[in-house]
């Protein structure tokens, strides 16, 4: 059957790469496409996690998920994880660079920010980011085409509401004080730029590079976030984890052919107010 669900939002055999394909997310984005029976090939450098992954879609599915250990903050393990991708399918359709980097002393307060760590985040969040990016275009052009979809973050686009994070408990790091911090919100800031950059650059490869902002997700945060978080968007509440599929199967797709250089911004009306 011909129709805009089985042609426009087609994913059937396209070969998708994800980095950082196995965490809150990610798992959601990857059985989305495995469903609609893309070809996945799912980097993480949680690699038990990821074969997980990568074994459910297979057996729940039946459909074509491979998983490699991947670190985006080395540029050679980017490197092997796209040649891998390339070996094993042929080809390189989308890559998807959804990695987020959370070292030691992440969240710790700007004054107290240690170099190291920033640097850190900034190398696997936007320095890996553009090496992916390259790696992959290399691919592309050879190909004839190509299409990145880059994530983000709402805190790349505003400032980060420090006032959300008051009292609250951190459920990522017991014992630190829970906030958005600096190198998060300059990290995700770049990727943005870097999006709009690469779609100018490869304007004329057939190369179509967007960025996906998603707004926050509700994983367990205590009630007095979720409140606080919630009453800053229009739809009073924060994303389930569900919620950003639709935007990337849009993106992945041809239903997003004539889009590049933007960012799509899903996050419950936070950012129009
Ligand atoms: N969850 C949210 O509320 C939210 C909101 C806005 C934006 N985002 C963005 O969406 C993306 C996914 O978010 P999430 O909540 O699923 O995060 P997550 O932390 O659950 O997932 C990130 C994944 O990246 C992997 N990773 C960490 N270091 C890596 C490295 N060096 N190399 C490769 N992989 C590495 C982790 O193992 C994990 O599987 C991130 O880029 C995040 O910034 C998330």
């Known amino acids: 059957m011909n129709n805009i669900y089985s042609e426009t939002f087609n994913v059937k055999d ?18 989305l496409l495995g469903e609609a029976q893309a070809k996945l090939s799912i980097g993480d450098i949680n690699p038990e996690r990821c ?25 050679y393990s980017i490197e092997s994880f796209i040649e891998k991708t390339v070996e094993k399918y042929g080809r390189i359709d989308v ?22 760590t920033l640097t850190k985040v900034i190398d696997g969040n936007l320095v890996g980011v553009v090496i992916a990016c390259q790696i992959a275009c290399k691919y592309f052009i050879k190909q004839g085409y190509g299409n990145i979809i880059n994530i983000s973050s709402i805190y790349g686009v ?5 006032r959300l994070y008051d009292g609250v408990n951190n459920p990522y ?28 650059y490869y304007r004329e490869k057939n190369i179509r590079v967007n960025c996906l902002t998603p707004g926050g997700v509700f994983d367990n945060h205590d009630q007095t976030f ?48």
């Open 14 to 31: 396209k070969v998708i790469a994800i980095i950082g394909a196995s965490g809150i997310l990610g798992t959601e984005y990857v059985k």
């Open 51 to 75: 074969e997980e992954l990568a074994e459910q879609v297979r057996s729940q599915f039946n459909s074509d998920c491979i998983s490699f250990s991947v670190d985006n903050t080395d540029s």
């Open 95 to 116: 890559l998807i660079n959804n990695a987020q980097i959370k070292p030691e002393g992440f969240y710790a307060p700007f004054e107290q920010y240690k170099k190291e």
């Open 158 to 162: 505003v400032g980060s509401d420090q």
């Open 173 to 200: 790091f017991e014992g630190e004080r829970f906030s958005s911090p600096v190198s998060y919100a300059v990290s995700k800031a770049g990727v943005i730029s870097l999006t709009r950059f690469l779609a100018s």
């Open 226 to 273: 979720s409140n606080n978080y919630s009453y800053r968007t229009l739809l009073g509440r924060m994303a389930d984890r569900k919620e950003y599929n639709g935007a990337i199967l849009f993106l992945a797709s041809d239903a997003s052919s004539y889009m590049t250089g933007a960012n799509l911004l899903v996050d419950g009306g936070w950012t129009v107010i």
